[in-house]
Every structure is written in structure tokens, then in C-alpha cells.
């Protein structure tokens, strides 16, 4: 899904208004495995994602890597907390194929939502999507059983398996591989 595509589909911007917010991004291809945004350094872009996929994640105590959240084609992929408060991240950025994004600055992004009333509502409406697949992983993470988390996760990213390490997919989920290639059978 292209960007022009889901901001009308969430929001009927006007032609013009559609041009002026696309001016403010930047189209960028994106080789795999690269990071975007390192831990302890502040998130200077909120990422549109064309093509391809991303991840955030962070490095326990034995520098082991736990996925925290996956961010697949027509999905905003950001460090959130760090872009939208301007602090270090607690978190990497990463891209985990080749990938097409459109990059805007929280700048840019600011001098939009004060420009137009249509890009706050799209920014509450993307918010509300986030906090609810937030709160539902939450759930997913506390209440359910290893295979109701996977399942849970297969409706959040259908083809998932398909594009990322299943080691990624573990630690999203919060168990081993060895749990993982159990459930999958």
C-alpha cells in the first residue's frame, strides 16, 4: 500500500492537501538488516512502510535481542516514545528486508498537524490502532497460552513466518524456539 493510498483511506484529504503532506516525506530504499535508529539514540523519523518489513527491539541482560513489535507494509514504524518526546530510545529500529519507506521529521510532522485538522485526526486515528494492538499483545503476552499467542500474532501478521527469522518470532511471543517449532507443528 502506498502512502497517498492510506492517508485517503483513513482521512478524505483533498487533493492538494494530499500533495503538500507528501512533500514532506521522503521516499528512501532501505537494504535489509539495516538500523534505522540505534538504542540510546533519539528517533529523528516516523517511517511509512511501502515495502517490506521492520522491527523494533531491544538486547537483555545477556545481550540476547527481544522483538518488541513488528511493523509490516502500510504500517508507521517508529521508535515512538523517542520520536514523539525527543529522548534516547530504548529500543533498535530495524529493517528486516529490503524495504521502501517514506520518512518524515517530527519537525515536519508537527508543522502538519498544525496546518491541517485532517492530520490530527489521522494521527488519533493511527494512535488508537497502535494503543489497542498494543494492549491486545499485553494480553496476549499475560493471559494466553504459548499457542493462543501464536495464533493471536498470525491475525496481527498473517505472513509473518514467511518473512522474518523465526528466532524474531520467539522472542516477540516470549518463548523459546523450541516452544515456537512445537506450536507450528
Same mark, same amino acid.
Given at each position: 500500500?502506498?502512502?497517498?493510498?492510506?492517508?485517503?483511506?483513513?482521512?478524505?484529504?483533498?487533493?492538494?492537501?494530499?500533495?503538500?503532506?507528501?512533500?514532506?516525506?521522503?521516499?528512501?530504499?532501505?537494504?535489509?538488516?539495516?538500523?534505522?535508529?540505534?538504542? @540510546?539514540?533519539?528517533?529523528? %523519523?516516523?517511517?511509512?512502510?511501502? !515495502?517490506?518489513?521492520?522491527?523494533? *527491539? #531491544? /538486547?537483555?541482560?545477556?545481550?540476547?535481542?527481544?522483538?518488541?513489535?513488528?511493523?509490516?507494509? @502500510?504500517?508507521?514504524?517508529? %521508535?515512538?516514545?523517542?520520536?514523539? !518526546?525527543?529522548?534516547?530510545?530504548? *529500543? #533498535? /529500529?530495524?529493517?528486516?528486508?529490503?524495504?521502501?519507506?517514506?520518512?518524515?521529521?517530527?519537525?515536519?510532522?508537527?508543522?502538519?498537524?498544525?496546518?491541517?485538522?485532517?492530520?490530527?485526526?489521522?494521527?488519533?486515528?493511527?494512535?488508537?490502532?497502535?494503543?489497542?494492538?498494543?494492549?491486545?499483545?499485553?494480553?496476549?503476552?499475560?493471559?494466553?497460552?504459548?499457542?493462543?499467542?501464536?495464533?493471536?500474532?498470525?491475525?496481527?501478521?498473517?505472513?509473518?513466518?514467511?518473512?522474518?527469522?523465526?528466532?524474531?518470532?520467539?522472542?516477540?511471543?516470549?518463548?523459546?524456539?523450541?516452544?515456537?517449532?512445537?506450536?507450528?507443528?
Amino acid at each position: 500500500m502506498n502512502i497517498t493510498d492510506f492517508l485517503s483511506t483513513l482521512v478524505p484529504f483533498t487533493t492538494e492537501e494530499l500533495n503538500d503532506i507528501i512533500s514532506h516525506f521522503k521516499k528512501e530504499s532501505v537494504a535489509n538488516n539495516q538500523i534505522l535508529v540505534p538504542q @540510546g539514540e533519539v528517533c529523528k %523519523s516516523l517511517y511509512f512502510v511501502e !515495502q517490506g518489513m521492520g522491527r523494533s *527491539y #531491544y /538486547l537483555n541482560e545477556n545481550g540476547k535481542d527481544i522483538t518488541q513489535w513488528f511493523f509490516g507494509v @502500510g504500517k508507521f514504524m517508529s %521508535s515512538v516514545d523517542s520520536f514523539f !518526546q525527543q529522548t534516547p530510545s530504548l *529500543y #533498535y /529500529l530495524e529493517v528486516l528486508q529490503d524495504s521502501v519507506l517514506y520518512s518524515i521529521s517530527k519537525e515536519d510532522l508537527d508543522q502538519l498537524f498544525a496546518k491541517y485538522h485532517k492530520m490530527e485526526k489521522l494521527g488519533r486515528l493511527v494512535t488508537v490502532e497502535m494503543l489497542t494492538k498494543l494492549g491486545n499483545k499485553l494480553n496476549a503476552i499475560q493471559f494466553q497460552t504459548a499457542k493462543e499467542r501464536y495464533d493471536y500474532m498470525l491475525t496481527e501478521f498473517p505472513d509473518i513466518a514467511y518473512q522474518v527469522p523465526l528466532g524474531h518470532i520467539a522472542s516477540y511471543l516470549g518463548m523459546t524456539q523450541e516452544t515456537l517449532s512445537r506450536i507450528r507443528k
